[in-house]
Structure formats: structure tokens, C-alpha cells
């Protein structure tokens, strides 16, 4: 999956300052262990490290257009893009002479071909920078849904960009400092798009296309959703979406190194592993494919269902396992995996922000560290619950009228919110403010369909919100964690053709049968078995051990000394609020808890101290 680095001035020759430049690149190591690279201009420097998973010889960038030219174009490129045959079989009839086997190259002679236009031609996840030497011209880049990360920091003569923002913190024009707007974005549980919490710094916009000359700095959409009629009727809907699902599996298995999958044994992760595990046995590969779970040990026993989680996962996903044939490896972590100093350091420093879902972030490096040990990439089921509405916040009343974002109602509920007030946070931070501002921003990007009036067009507002919000917070979180070890995640339920025609399908259709993700689910008839096609959805897995809720507590003892950095933000007073409530109270955590807080509160500490965040509130 690679990462990348780099560095435009138009103001200075840069070829005296690569070591800036390495130290940049340096700091993604974790995205690209097999190589590194440096393409060095006078204006220009671009870094790479890369994840061989195409062409694991050739490939190597960055790459340039043409190697004994320094006046064309050049490419430092992040991801994957699933149509690069067909791509590169269409430039080869326009011309193109290929050099290598990678789809790296078909990127770069891509846009040697059609220019910035090129983006709309790609089907994949993918971020990329490429500096034109004929303008001096720095395109930056993104996929449609924003599964792979593109950060930048404008300076005064140009600017520092990086798959992540420790490698622009690299750089000494930069700061790690954190103002009242970034503290909002921090704990409103709210991921406003090109928003990077660090003053100054800025997400790349998925579906954009970011150029950056001596006459400043120009942005250009090349794909956004559309609102159209659906003409299709419901088996016709249902035949198309498990064709769509088959297609984009079986694209997105193609790779010279090993391919397995995540399995929870919810709808969404079980579907993509029994698509790809058909999808292998169709190609007449030998070798089973391998998913792997996560379950935490004494987790069925002490078990307590509530509104988020209905039954333990771990008895589905063996039953999709055996019934795919699929080798099934389950990685069982107890409290001290979670609590591990060094487990809960990387991944503050892979995600570069206090965590927002504690122990489920935890637990998700532990997994992808057991992944990494037999394979390089992992299909995830990601993106599902958004697109066909999987989550409680859909089904429940309350929480599609509320004149917010439908996930803060469960936040809510579960205690979350009030542990915010709680400490002094809410008010303080004046977040009801902030999130309504940031809600309306997004219904107005809403894309609507004339005459579409009542829950049809409520559910129109929920699920855009999911996909271009709440999605992008998961979809981070995912890549993060799973580049810290350097395995590439894959998403198939990102594909923007099939969302692009499931966002326009009827909410009639995706509730036809009462339930959530009916149209996922009856597509998938026959594919899985029933006891999963029926179960109630479940999120990620998350601990209900009392004694992780009592570690938490006393972390936050710990803490509460002289000087500590929490209190830049919150009093000791008011934390001892949050610890008087009795022991055992917030037990049955996951991201919408008051348990969340605490951990929130724990990596915020570490992290102003770690990265040496200023603080400005």
C-alpha cells in the first residue's frame, strides 16, 4: 500500500535540503518496509516508501516518466487501482510502451495521456502526489471515498505533504499545535472532511484533485454522489448488487503476494470472504483462503447483549469459515494485550490522534499483527453498514428525526455525551454549537432527489451523512492500524459503483423485509448460511471485562499529578466526577460509552506529551 512524502518550494533549491525530505519519508517506514526512495529537483523533492504487492521487482518509484529525462513528469503513488490492465491496455493501443508490470505505471502514463482527468478513469484506493516539471505543477490526489489518506501543509513559498501527518510534523516549517478548532474536532465525535486537527494542516478531499503552482493553490472535484431515480425493481436490485459484489471481490484479490480475509462473522465481513473465497476456487487456486477473528478469552461466558451487540461473534464466523472452506485462525487477547504499554504506543503513533474507540483499536493492531505474519493483504468488510444501513441509528426513530448526526443519539444513551459534560469538555469546548454547525454543512452538500419527499428523503440525509462522516472516521481508523504493520487493507464495499447505485436504491428496498441490510442480505442468499444472513448486527468486537474498566481508572489515577497535560483541557475536579460513579458502570464499553471517555481522556495525556502537541485553548 505504500506511503509517501514530500516537499514543493518555489522559492528555494531544494536539492541541498533532502535530508528534510528523508526524515519525512522516513517517518512512513511503517507503510512501505520493502523500499525507499527520492526523487530530488530544484523545486521539488518527493519521497517513497513501498509495499511490494504488483510487480514486486519493478515498480519502484518514485517513478519517473522517463529515466533519462529530468523534465517529465514524476510519481510517488499509494494504493491500488483494480482496472490497470484494462487501463493499460488502452494506452498501449493509444502508444504507450510499458516498462514494467505495475499498476504504478499505468497511473503516471495515465496522466501523461489525459491530464488531471485522468482521476475519473481509476477504479481502486489510491493517493498520490506527481510534480510536473514542464509547469512546475504539484497534483495531489485521492480516491472517491477517501480510503486512502493524503495530508498537506501550505507554507509560505509552497507546500509539505505526506500519507500521514507525522511525516509533515517531520519538517521544521510545521507545528504540533492543536487550537480550540481542533479540540472540537477531536471530541465531537465528528470527522469533518479535510479537517486534520493540527493547525495549519489539511486532508486531501476524497474525489479531488489539489494543484499547486508559483500562482497558489486550485481544487478539482472529478467524481461526487449523485441523487437519480431508481427504475430497476427489487429482484432485478438484489441480481445486480451480487453481481456488482462478485466483480469487485474478484478484482480486488489480485496480487503477487498472499490474500486473505477479515472475518467477524457479521453480514458484511462474511459476505466478502465467502465472494472471495468462491472467487479462488473459480481461478483453481489450491490453497484455501485464510480469515482471521478476534475474540477475547471468556468473552461467550461473560456475555451480556445489549442495544449495540446481540450474541458473541466468534460461533458465526467458525460457521462461515467451514461452510466456505476457508482456514479460519482465531486470535484470542485477554486484558493485558490491550492494556500492553508498547500495543497502546503504536497506536497513538499510527493514528497521530488520541484513540476515539479504545479497546477495539487496540485489539484491531493485535489482529493485523497476527495477519501480517502470513499475508500482506486483507479484504475488510468496511463500508456496508453505511451504504446498505446496518447501523441501530437507521432503525431507531429517535435517532433518524433527531435534528443531528444519527449516531450521536446511541453516543447519548450510552453515556458517552454525558461523561463529556461530565468533565466539563462539552460545554466547555462549546461543542452543541460546533456539531450543529458541522451538520448543517453536511445536509447541504446532501444530493437530493426532486419530488423526494418524507423517509425516503430523511434516509437519503442518514445514509449521505454515514457514508461521507462516520465512514471516513472508520475507514482512517482501519488504515492506520493495518499500515502500522504494513498489511494493506482492502475495501471492497467502497467501490464507487456500487455505491453510487446503492445510495440511489429506495429505502423500501433496503428494508423490504422489516430488516436491516435487506438487500445485502438477499443478495447474499444462498452464498451464506441463514443463521448469518438473520443474526442482528454487531459491531466490532469490544471487551466486557469488568477488570479492563478498572485498569482505565486507575491509568486515570495515574495521571491526576501536578502538571499533568490533561489539565490543559479538563480540571482534576472534574475527572473525579467521572471516577465516583461506581465501579463496574462502564463495563460494556465500545465507542458511544462512558469508558470511551476515560480512554480518551488516558491517550490525550500521552499524546500531547509524546508528540509534543502545544495546546492553545
Not at 508559483?214 to 441523487?227: H, P
Not at 428496498?509 to 448486527?537: C, H, N, Y
Request: hydrophobic residues 40%.
Amino acid at each position: 500500500m505504500c506511503g509517501l512524502a514530500g516537499w514543493v518550494s518555489f522559492q528555494r533549491d531544494l536539492t541541498s535540503h533532502t535530508d528534510l525530505a528523508s526524515a519525512m519519508t522516513h517517518t512512513m517506514e511503517c507503510r512501505g518496509p520493502d523500499a525507499h526512495g527520492l526523487w530530488t529537483s530544484t523545486h521539488a523533492v518527493l519521497g517513497h516508501r513501498r509495499l511490494a504487492i504488483i510487480d514486486l521487482e519493478g515498480g519502484k518509484q518514485p517513478m519517473a516518466s522517463s529515466v533519462d529525462d529530468d523534465t517529465q513528469p514524476v510519481l510517488t503513488y499509494t494504493g491500488e487501482v483494480y482496472n490497470f490492465r484494462e487501463l493499460r491496455e488502452e494506452l498501449k493501443d493509444l502508444g504507450h510502451e510499458f516498462r514494467t508490470a505495475s499498476d504504478t505505471e499505468v497511473v503516471l502514463r495515465a496522466y501523461l495521456e489525459w491530464g488531471a482527468d485522468f482521476a475519473e478513469r481509476l477504479n481502486g484506493i489510491y493517493a498520490f502526489a506527481i510534480w510536473d516539471p514542464r509547469t512546475e505543477e504539484l497534483l495531489l490526489v485521492r480516491d472517491r471515498m477517501g480510503v486512502k489518506p493524503l495530508y498537506y501543509y501550505p507554507t509560505a513559498d509552497g507546500v509539505l505533504f505526506g500519507s500521514e501527518p507525522k511525516a509533515i510534523l517531520a519538517h521544521p516549517e510545521s507545528e504540533a499545535v492543536v487550537d480550540a478548532e481542533g479540540l472540537k474536532e477531536i471530541f465531537s465525535i465528528v470527522k469533518t472532511p479535510g479537517h486534520a486537527v493540527f493547525r495549519g494542516m489539511y486532508e486531501v478531499l476524497p474525489a479531488t484533485v489539489l494543484r499547486f503552482t508559483r500562482e497558489g493553490r486550485t481544487e478539482q472535484e472529478y467524481w461526487k454522489l449523485r441523487a437519480r431515480p431508481h427504475t430497476e425493481d427489487l429482484d432485478t436490485t438484489i441480481a445486480n448488487v451480487r453481481e456488482l459484489l462478485e466483480d469487485i471481490v474478484e478484482r480486488q484479490l489480485v496480487a503477487d503476494v498472499p490474500v486473505g480475509t477479515l472475518l467477524s462473522g457479521g453480514l458484511d465481513s462474511s459476505a466478502v470472504t465467502a465472494l472471495a473465497a468462491r472467487a479462488l476456487k473459480k481461478q483453481a487456486v489450491e490453497q484455501p483462503l485464510r480469515a482471521f477473528s478476534v475474540d477475547f478469552k471468556g468473552h461467550e461466558e461473560r456475555f451480556e447483549a445489549n442495544v449495540q451487540w446481540a450474541d458473541p461473534d466468534t460461533p458465526f464466523a467458525v460457521e462461515v469459515a467451514k461452510d466456505t472452506g476457508a482456514e479460519h485462525i482465531i486470535v484470542t487477547l485477554d486484558n493485558e494485550d490491550i492494556l500492553d504499554d508498547e500495543v497502546r504506543s503504536t497506536v497513538l503513533r499510527a493514528q497521530d490522534l488520541p484513540v476515539s474507540t479504545g479497546d477495539m483499536e487496540y485489539s484491531l493492531l493485535i489482529l493485523c499483527r497476527a495477519l501480517k505474519e502470513q499475508m500482506t493483504v486483507a479484504l475488510s468488510g468496511e463500508a456496508a453498514d453505511e451504504l446498505f444501513g446496518g447501523y441501530t441509528w437507521f432503525h431507531d426513530e429517535e435517532a433518524v428525526e433527531l435534528d443531528s448526526f444519527p449516531w450521536h443519539h446511541p453516543f447519548e444513551k450510552a453515556g458517552g455525551i454525558g461523561a463529556l459534560k461530565t468533565v466539563g469538555l462539552w460545554d466547555r469546548l462549546g461543542l452543541t454549537e460546533y456539531v450543529k454547525e458541522r451538520y448543517a454543512q453536511a445536509l447541504e452538500e446532501v444530493p437530493r432527489l426532486e419530488g423526494e419527499t418524507g423517509l425516503e428523503a430523511r434516509m437519503r440525509e442518514v445514509t449521505y451523512l454515514n457514508l461521507t462522516r462516520w465512514e471516513s472516521f472508520l475507514l482512517d481508523r482501519k488504515d492506520r492500524i493495518s499500515m502500522a504493520v504494513s498489511l494493506e487493507v482492502r475495501v471492497p464495499f467502497t467501490d464507487h459503483r456500487l455505491v453510487e447505485y446503492v445510495y440511489n436504491t429506495p429505502w423500501a428496498f433496503k428494508t423490504f423485509d422489516g430488516r436491516e441490510k435487506s438487500l445485502l442480505r438477499a443478495a447474499m442468499r444462498g452464498i451464506l448460511p441463514d443463521s448469518v444472513l438473520d443474526r442482528k448486527k454487531n459491531p466490532y468486537p469490544s471487551t466486557q471485562d469488568r477488570k479492563y474498566e478498572l485498569a482505565l481508572r486507575e491509568r486515570v489515577e495515574d495521571i491526576l499529578v501536578e502538571g499533568a497535560p490533561l489539565f490543559r483541557i479538563v480540571s482534576e475536579a472534574d475527572v473525579r466526577k467521572l471516577l465516583d460513579v461506581p465501579e463496574g458502570s462502564y463495563h460494556v464499553g465500545g465507542p458511544w460509552s462512558a469508558r470511551a471517555v476515560l480512554e480518551r481522556l488516558i491517550e490525550f495525556n500521552t499524546w500531547v506529551t509524546q508528540y509534543g502537541v502545544r495546546v492553545e485553548f
